[in-house]
């Protein structure tokens, strides 16, 4: 019975796996639309009654590729502080570019999800995806302040939360956002608006870092 029961359950996340995997291929088609289900059930191959099973709407979808792009960093960074091996700004810069800035669909998914928050997520499943969420800073949290000394207790939260923020913020503030705003006008204020995101983003968390953990600036 219990290796039935873990069968059961291996054959239910590869299929929660599926179709996330068959939503991800259709917005990496189309990222201006949200497929609906129908078009998710068929390119996983499964009844639309079965994707409802495991997404009862289409903004929960969205939620569990956006949450399952989330752990792929928070995995990675985990992984990592758990090591005694030292970790450098520069580790935590490498790994936010590798799992948050090089993927194509983390940011305008993550801009997206902020918001369906308040609205199309039921309110019990956005309150068990933030407690997720806190679980995950929580651990992350703990495992700076103990590489980064000069942090305080609840300072490792602060800082990813501060960052996550300035990822966000400057990806919609700049060109390559959907939402960042076409610049026609003189060149002074051209000047002002042309930047790239990535090498902006580095210079913005690299000085939060620095003013953060203090002493520790490597």
């Not at 991800?24 to 068929?42: G, H, Q």
């Not at 980064?148 to 400057?170: K, N, T, W």
Request: proline share 5%; glycine share 8%.
């Amino acid at each position: 019975m219990i290796r039935q029961r873990a069968i059961q359950a291996e054959a239910k996340q590869e299929r929660h796996h599926a179709i996330l995997d068959a939503a991800e291929r259709l917005l990496m088609r189309s990222p201006e639309r949200v497929a609906n289900v129908a078009e998710v059930a068929d390119e996983a191959g499964l009844a639309k009654g079965t994707v409802y099973l495991y997404f009862p709407s289409k903004e929960e979808l969205l939620l569990a590729i956006h949450e399952r792009n989330i752990d792929g960093f928070f995995s990675a960074l985990i992984a990592r502080l758990q090591t005694s091996a030292p970790v450098a700004i520069e580790t935590v810069l490498e790994l936010t570019h590798r799992h948050v800035v090089e993927p194509p669909l983390f940011l305008p998914l993550a801009a997206r999800c902020f918001g369906m928050m308040g609205q199309g997520v039921p309110p019990p499943s956005a309150l068990a995806f933030k407690q997720r969420m806190a679980d995950r800073l929580q651990l992350a949290g703990a495992g700076l302040e103990h590489h980064f000394p000069d942090l305080a207790e609840g300072d490792g939260v602060a800082l990813l939360r501060h960052s996550y923020a300035l990822i966000i913020g400057l990806w919609q503030m700049s060109g390559e956002s959907a939402g960042g705003c076409a610049v026609d006008a003189g060149a002074s204020v051209q000047a002002i608006h042309d930047w790239k995101y990535a090498d902006e983003l580095d210079r913005a968390l690299r000085a939060l870092w620095r003013g953060t953990v203090g002493r520790v600036t490597q």
